[in-house]
């Protein structure tokens, strides 16, 4: 069974829909859509709340840079009581949405709560716009895929904890959706969701310009030129790198290319979560290829594959072709991992391609085997980090009020995520200050800070060199607190007090660095 759902796709056969609605041709893509949303509204609320358990299951949610948004969200309220000297909101339209919404829910309810809805949010936003666009990718709705759309969400950029790049990202998966299969005032309003888009990430917007203005390209011509398309594609790819190169500060890779195809999204604390994006790319690519070989024949299979896989292929282009990182002088510091960003449009791209396949049920069973592993290891794996923060609160418990805290706590040497420095930022709302939080001095966020004021740095080299331990503390840091790794067990932290003129980290254990 693949669904309620089904649009013509130029000539296809309708042969993939076991209860079709009246074709996207005769009514307004919306339409459909609002009439498969009344038909399963209680499928779709229970998938949403089964969804959503991973933010709750514990009593924080660890996802890297998230400990940091909700500590800035705090500043921010500081700044707006008056109580964060030489700090600052500036006016800024975009990187901001998230923490918008987490500002205005923290209001409400508090931070500790506003931060699991304003994730949950984010999450839904995601996985509904991912699934959204799977199914107007191939015109019909691809349940059987709800395991490996469900891993994708909780992949690397959410547990890198970039939610504003997220939400924009799924915004932009539900606006592509509408301009693929909409009518000509449909997708109007899909292009206006822009600035909504820009406000949580310009790369949203990026994103949905390239994939919207190469669908409406690639529809419009006879598909033996495709091929034309894709090469145009990639020279386009090329000047851009070498045009960011030429005027801009351009950074490495840190992830292989080759690697970034989309499962490396579900690498993410050690080593057994390579063996589970292996497992999952092997299987993907079985499925895949007995289905080609069993409907290649078929009259419109290929009509309907051909434009999501070459928005794979493009996808795939920009990883091996783009720049690392950029650096723009109005920023305080680079734009990083823009490749791993990047592959998370090759993980919900590949979901489209796969979306096409006819389903069987031990398809559903497979993707679903693979993401009980992968959901298990995440649980236990977050539930360590939970307990090291809980331990990092209790040490930062024992500190005057107010105190400046800095911290160099590194992930183990096989771990992908590795921001896990910023559970001292969370743990430091209401009670001190996290002196090295990068958020202000990097000029990419709404809180800024003046040099010298007290509460957190306001230089990228500062910042830099105190998470990485090789900060030699001045008199006017004075008096400030250092929380660090202190055994060869990870986990294991301390505090202690630091000295004028010492390194800030001459005491901590990293045995995997």
Known sequence: MSGGIHFNTGGARKTESASPLRSASSQSGLRVAWQFIRRHWLKLLAISALLLTPCFWHPRIE????GSHVYNAWLAQLIHQGKAPGLWIA?????????????????LFGLPLAEKLAVSAAVLIFFWGAFALACAAVGRVPWFLLPCLAMTAYGWTYHAGFFNYYIALGLS????AVFWRGKRWERLLAVALAPLILLAHPLGVVWLLGAAAYIWIAESLPRRFHILLLLTSGAFLFLARLYLGRHYQTGDYVSPPGMLTGADQFILFGKRYFFVALTISVFAAAVFVMDVIRRRHEPGYWARLSIPLQLYAVAELGVILLPGSIYFPRYGSQIGLLLDRLSLVSAVLACCVLAGMRPRKWHLAGFAAIAAAFFSFVDRDEGRLNRMEERAGQLISTLPQGARVM?????????????INHIVDRACIGRCFAYGNYEPASRQFRVRAKPGNGIVFASVPDVEAAEEGHYTVRPED???????QCSSTFTDLC????????????LGVHPNH
Not at 95 to 105: I, P, Q
């Open 495 to 506: 505090v202690r007090k630091l000295g004028g003129g010492e390194k800030n980290d001459r």
């Open 407 to 419: 911290e160099t706590i590194l992930a183990p040497g096989d771990w992908r995520v590795t921001f």
């Open 63 to 66: 996802a890297g840079d998230l």
């Open 173 to 176: 998966f539900l606006a592509l």
């Open 478 to 484: 004075l008096p400030v607190y250092q929380v660090y």
């Open 91 to 107: 006016s800024q339209w975009n990187n901001v949405f998230f923490d918008f919404l987490l500002s205005g829910l923290g209001s």
